[in-house]
């Protein structure tokens, strides 16, 4: 596949340049960033195998980091953040 050079702005660099991963080239930032989108219906059933141990582990992590992001947002609220 060939190349092509595309000229951006300082900002829009920055932008791209924050959004890459480790061992990841601009090419591939770009596809992840502006390829097609699956819809959420395409996940339906996507942990059906994962056994129940690790499911309600995922489950008990949800809701600490829920609890804690609550506990977060009544602080900020509090000193007026």
Do not use: C
Request: proline letters at 2%.
């Amino acid at each position: 596949m060939g190349t092509t050079s595309v000229a951006l702005d300082r900002e829009a660099y920055d932008l791209l340049r924050n959004h890459k991963r480790a061992g990841e080239s601009f090419s591939q930032v770009v596809k992840r960033l502006a390829g097609a989108h699956r819809p959420l219906s395409s996940f339906v059933g996507a942990w059906a195998d994962l056994p129940e141990k690790t499911f309600r582990e995922i489950q008990g992590e949800r809701t600490r980091l829920r609890t804690l992001n609550e506990q977060r947002f009544r602080r900020r609220m509090r000193e007026g953040r």
